[in-house]
């Protein structure tokens, strides 16, 4: 069992195709530390090619300004309006395309696991989520109006969480599985 808890920063993002949020933490002998946060916004964009070209130009931005070491991004959530998700989908690839160009490692967290790690609900509001961030990370005002932003700083700490769980070197499919590989734990009565 191995626990990774080197230092490195973080880039969150909650990807939108009006509004893309941003969160920036830097973890510190294991300890997470607001960088910042925020959104870019598209939403004076008409053309949604045009959209998808600021909003690559603006990750790129991110990426040099931050240097992160890891990406984590939040899954487009299944809906009923294709169109919707089809652009959602083209956004997030935007942001990960422009990691992809820097070689920086991406992790991909549905909303669902996302909203647990933070408040322990997976059906938790966009305001309870800002509102336990403010407490676990000990932000006394969060500047922007938006939720996108949190949200953003959500899937940067859930990744920050889930890298710091312990890692098992051996894995097992089953008990039999387990027994085989393990003679020595087993009692026979």
């Given at each position: 069992m191995k626990a990774i808890s080197s230092d490195k920063i973080i880039l969150g993002i909650d990807p939108g195709t009006n509004l893309m949020g941003y969160g920036v933490l830097q973890v510190e002998v294991g300890k997470p530390k607001v960088v910042s946060l925020g959104v870019i916004d598209l939403r004076k964009h008409t053309n949604h090619y045009l959209k998808l070209g600021h909003l690559l130009e603006r990750v790129e931005g991110l990426l040099q300004s931050y240097l992160p070491d890891e990406l984590a991004i939040?899954?487009?959530?299944?809906?009923?309006?294709?169109?919707?998700?089809?652009?959602?989908g083209r956004a997030q690839g935007v942001a990960m395309a422009a990691a992809l160009a820097r070689d920086i490692p991406i992790t991909e967290y549905a909303p669902l696991k996302v909203k647990m790690a933070i408040t322990g609900n997976g059906s938790a509001s966009?305001?309870?989520?800002?509102?336990?961030?403010?407490?676990?990370?000990?932000?006394?005002?969060?500047?922007?109006p938006f939720l996108d932003a949190t949200d953003a700083l959500a899937v940067?700490?859930?990744?920050?969480?889930?890298?710091?769980?312990?890692?098992?070197?051996?894995t097992y499919s089953s008990w039999r599985d387990f027994i085989n590989k393990n003679p020595d734990k087993v009692k026979s009565i």
């Amino acid at each position: 069992m191995k626990a990774i808890s080197s230092d490195k920063i973080i880039l969150g993002i909650d990807p939108g195709t009006n509004l893309m949020g941003y969160g920036v933490l830097q973890v510190e002998v294991g300890k997470p530390k607001v960088v910042s946060l925020g959104v870019i916004d598209l939403r004076k964009h008409t053309n949604h090619y045009l959209k998808l070209g600021h909003l690559l130009e603006r990750v790129e931005g991110l990426l040099q300004s931050y240097l992160p070491d890891e990406l984590a991004i939040e899954a487009p959530f299944y809906g009923k309006n294709i169109q919707s998700m089809l652009k959602l989908g083209r956004a997030q690839g935007v942001a990960m395309a422009a990691a992809l160009a820097r070689d920086i490692p991406i992790t991909e967290y549905a909303p669902l696991k996302v909203k647990m790690a933070i408040t322990g609900n997976g059906s938790a509001s966009k305001e309870q989520v800002a509102d336990m961030l403010k407490r676990i990370l000990r932000i006394d005002q969060i500047e922007t109006p938006f939720l996108d932003a949190t949200d953003a700083l959500a899937v940067a700490y859930c990744h920050y969480q889930e890298s710091n769980r312990p890692q098992f070197a051996k894995t097992y499919s089953s008990w039999r599985d387990f027994i085989n590989k393990n003679p020595d734990k087993v009692k026979s009565i």
